[in-house]
């Protein structure tokens, strides 16, 4: 297994600066994803790390030495790309024993591999067919199968899975999660769905034009964003964020007030003065129609059934605003609707800096 380390790492292409000064720490046999927008620079991180793409400054370290200088194939690693990158004229099991042959292990030696990692990805049937006769999800543990025969210290995983339909991408995230648990091997997964990194990382890497806005365990991100952005990344559907201002409602109290005129008594100070502007955030699954302390008043103007749930839009506060309810509620279009929200729900962020408020006790 391998520890990775990126000490202020940037990259420029000619006057544009892609990555700013990333420091990144990943343990032994951790699953680590990169995740953001397209363009925020998380797959030019991981092929620097690949050695596909030369950084423009600082270290970068596997198991505690420097690599910069070092060819791909030196740094030990395996890379599974977005398109599978399967030679057509090439059986399975020749594609998966490619760089062994290359490599010129010997026969019997690159047949057991082939074989184990076959069987490992559970495609032991397939070994004697084309990539023409496979489905995405079967090329996928092809391209996974050719990565574990080299026995690396690092994988790396490059929007693996954006080309599969909805449910197999649901079916490989799993498959994957149990790779990673069989094998333990230090893994970097770039991806631009929250969602694909909240359910198989240990730890998410959220990035924003070539920067770090936050890194943490999934639940982390989830429960406490540092900022704006991190907080309508994450989750699904998106965090409500709301314009609204901090109001002085008696001596040691604050309240926050919407544009409707409705308010909400927080008991919880924030350090700021009086007709403080801010933006509330609110998840739409801590939004309920069971009776509570703070609750606020709306009228529906959208409901979408998923199944077990319904997606509903409201006008609230002065604004439109989401919640995730249990398809059993019987909110309906047009319907006036008052919901709950608990204290430890409410977010609230600076308009200006974009960061999270704290809260004093």
């Given at each position: 297994?391998?520890?990775?380390?990126?000490?202020?790492?940037?990259?420029?292409?000619?006057?544009?600066?892609?990555?700013?000064?990333?420091?990144?720490?990943?343990?032994?046999?951790?699953?680590?994803?990169?995740?953001?927008?397209?363009?925020?620079?998380?797959?030019?991180?991981?092929?620097?790390?690949?050695?596909l793409?030369?950084?423009?400054?600082?270290?970068?370290?596997?198991?505690?030495?420097?690599?910069?200088?070092?060819?791909?194939?030196?740094?030990n690693?395996?890379?599974?790309?977005?398109?599978?990158a399967?030679?057509?004229?090439?059986?399975?099991?020749?594609?998966?024993?490619?760089?062994?042959r290359?490599?010129?292990?010997?026969?019997?030696?690159?047949?057991?591999?082939?074989?184990?990692?076959?069987?490992?990805?559970?495609?032991?049937?397939?070994?004697?067919?084309?990539?023409?006769?496979?489905?995405?999800?079967?090329?996928?543990?092809?391209?996974?199968?050719?990565?574990?025969?080299?026995?690396?210290?690092?994988?790396?995983?490059?929007?693996?899975?954006?080309?599969?339909?909805?449910?197999?991408?649901?079916?490989?995230?799993?498959?994957?999660?149990?790779?990673?648990?069989?094998?333990?091997?230090?893994?970097?997964?770039?991806?631009?769905?929250?969602?694909?990194?909240?359910?198989?990382?240990?730890?998410?890497?959220?990035?924003?034009?070539?920067?770090?806005?936050?890194m943490?365990?999934?639940?982390?991100?989830?429960?406490?964003?540092?900022?704006?952005?991190?907080?309508?990344?994450?989750?699904?559907?998106?965090?409500?964020?709301?314009?609204?201002?901090?109001?002085?409602?008696?001596?040691?109290?604050?309240?926050?007030?919407?544009?409707?005129?409705?308010?909400?008594?927080?008991?919880?100070?924030?350090a700021?003065?009086?007709?403080?502007?801010?933006?509330?955030g609110?998840r739409?699954?801590?939004?309920?129609?069971?009776?509570?302390?703070?609750?606020?008043?709306?009228?529906?103007f959208m409901?979408?059934?998923?199944?077990?749930?319904?997606?509903?839009?409201?006008?609230?506060?002065?604004?439109?605003?989401?919640?995730?309810?249990?398809?059993?509620?019987?909110?309906r279009?047009?319907?006036?609707?008052?919901?709950?929200?608990?204290?430890?729900d409410?977010?609230?962020?600076?308009?200006?800096?974009?960061?999270?408020?704290?809260?004093?006790?």
């Amino acid at each position: 297994m391998g520890s990775i380390e990126l000490r202020q790492i940037n990259k420029r292409y000619g006057d544009v600066e892609v990555i700013k000064s990333l420091d990144l720490n990943i343990d032994n046999g951790e699953f680590v994803a990169l995740v953001g927008p397209s363009g925020c620079g998380k797959s030019t991180t991981l092929r620097m790390v690949a050695g596909l793409e030369e950084a423009s400054g600082g270290d970068i370290l596997i198991q505690g030495k420097r690599v910069n200088d070092w060819s791909p194939k030196k740094r030990n690693i395996a890379m599974v790309f977005q398109n599978y990158a399967l030679y057509p004229h090439m059986s399975v099991g020749d594609n998966i024993g490619l760089n062994l042959r290359i490599s010129r292990l010997p026969k019997s030696e690159i047949k057991k591999r082939v074989a184990d990692a076959a069987r490992l990805l559970e495609i032991s049937d397939l070994l004697d067919r084309r990539p023409a006769q496979l489905s995405g999800g079967q090329r996928q543990r092809v391209a996974m199968g050719r990565a574990i025969v080299r026995n690396p210290s690092v994988f790396l995983f490059d929007e693996p899975l954006s080309n599969l339909d909805a449910l197999l991408r649901v079916q490989m995230r799993g498959e994957i999660k149990r790779f990673h648990k069989m094998t333990r091997r230090t893994t970097i997964y770039v991806t631009h769905d929250q969602i694909e990194a909240m359910t198989l990382a240990d730890r998410v890497v959220v990035m924003r034009n070539g920067d770090v806005s936050q890194m943490g365990r999934p639940e982390e991100l989830y429960v406490d964003p540092a900022n704006l952005f991190v907080a309508g990344f994450i989750g699904s559907p998106r965090m409500n964020l709301v314009p609204a201002q901090l109001r002085n409602t008696a001596e040691h109290a604050q309240a926050i007030s919407f544009s409707d005129g409705q308010s909400i008594e927080l008991e919880d100070r924030v350090a700021c003065a009086d007709g403080t502007d801010i933006i509330v955030g609110i998840r739409p699954e801590h939004l309920s129609t069971s009776p509570g302390r703070h609750h606020l008043n709306g009228k529906v103007f959208m409901t979408e059934f998923t199944g077990g749930n319904t997606i509903v839009t409201a006008n609230i506060g002065g604004s439109e605003m989401t919640c995730l309810l249990e398809s059993r509620s019987g909110v309906r279009d047009d319907e006036d609707i008052k919901l709950s929200v608990s204290q430890d729900d409410i977010h609230l962020f600076d308009p200006k800096s974009g960061q999270r408020l704290a809260r004093q006790s």
